[in-house]
């Protein structure tokens, strides 16, 4: 397939996201400022959902927008849906996070 099946929007990000609904045994290209890469789609992922790039232990950092989102609940392999199922947010009901006072 084509480099526009998914989008990575950091350098430093550990998935990607899917631009068209992708299937399991599908190949897609994914491609950032350092690599270019074939990833297998393990199993199905909808369109704007997370895709792991490389292989996650249990409790390591989900990055996305060059930032940490939220961390993983389980191993997760390239190729796999990243969401609520394996991965625990930052932002809703997960881990803490900074609020900022903005008056």
Known sequence: MSAADVIVTHPD???????????AGQSVTVADSHRVTIL???????RGHKISLVALDI????????????I?????????HVHTQN?????IGGAPREVKNER
């Open 40 to 46: 297998t789609v393990v199993e199905n992922v909808s």
């Open 72 to 80: 993983t609940t389980m191993s997760v392999y390239a190729g796999c």
């Open 13 to 23: 990000d550990n998935v990607a996201t899917a631009l068209n609904d992708l299937s």
């Open 87 to 91: 991965m625990r947010s930052m932002r």
């Open 59 to 70: 409790n390591q950092p989900v990055l996305k927008y060059g930032e940490q989102i939220g």
